[in-house]
């Protein structure tokens, strides 16, 4: 079965540059969620997206914004990063009207390495 | 402040025992309730969700109790395999609030010893 897809895996930048990290959910998902997970840490919600709308806003930086496309993909765009941003980004997806009420499913992230 | 506790960091039992799992939350809000298995290097797999409409989930192996009036969850690994090593993360949210995103544990680092 189709799974979560992020993309990249791995990122390097280094501190004041900008990343882009990519989601592309579970096919007739619609709602996207972004959580970040630093180093020994649990998973923080950041934000999420229901129908290419805005859905929660979380612990996001402001130097971060994201957008749900056409297509159900998302986006994470990370601005003018910070040491701190050192973290595994995860998306998940979830079917709002399915069965599962509130099951969602993850990628397997994105590590981010801020140097 | 920290609203869904996993107060052991870790636990180790041996092969064909039971695994317990504990889990604690605060926000009287929370209605749906999620364990997670993570391996390294990879998301959170679903394992089993409880909705506080009900006191057991049970699937195969695993089964998940919810006591609302304790605000306590635990999950339970009967008989615990080599293979469900693995740290499991407790989540919880809000739906009939409209509150979905996941507010998840610290976590519980689960060793089978063989």
């Known amino acids: 079965a189709a799974g979560v897809i992020q993309s990249p895996r791995h990122l390097i930048k280094e501190k004041r540059e900008t990343a882009t990290l990519k989601c592309y959910p579970i096919p007739r998902h619609d709602t996207v969620y972004w959580y970040q997970q630093g180093p020994g840490q649990d998973p923080q919600f950041l934000i999420s997206f229901y129908e290419k709308m805005q859905s929660d806003k979380g612990s996001i930086p402001d130097r971060f914004s994201a957008q749900q496309f056409s297509d159900y993909h998302s986006e994470l765009n990370m601005s003018s990063l910070e040491l701190g941003d050192s973290a595994l980004y995860f998306c998940?997806?979830?079917?709002?009207?399915?069965?599962?009420?509130?099951?969602?499913?993850f990628g397997a992230g994105t590590r981010l390495s801020v140097l | 402040d920290q609203q869904v506790k996993q107060n052991s960091p870790s636990l180790s039992v041996q092969e064909g025992r039971i695994s317990i799992l504990n889990c604690d939350y605060t926000n009287s809000m929370f209605d749906y309730f999620l364990w997670y298995k993570k391996y390294p290097a990879e998301g959170p797999t679903f394992l089993i969700s409880?909705?506080?409409?009900?006191d057991k989930n049970e699937d195969g192996r695993f089964t998940v109790f919810l006591n609302k009036s304790a605000k306590h969850l635990s999950l339970h690994i009967v008989p615990s395999q080599p293979g469900d090593s693995a740290v499991y993360f407790c989540a919880a949210s809000a739906i009939n609030s409209g509150n979905t995103p996941l507010v998840f544990g610290k976590g519980t680092r689960l060793s089978v010893i063989a």
């Open positions: 998940a997806s979830r079917h709002r009207g399915g069965v599962g009420k509130n099951i969602q499913y």
């Open positions: 409880i909705s506080s409409i009900k």
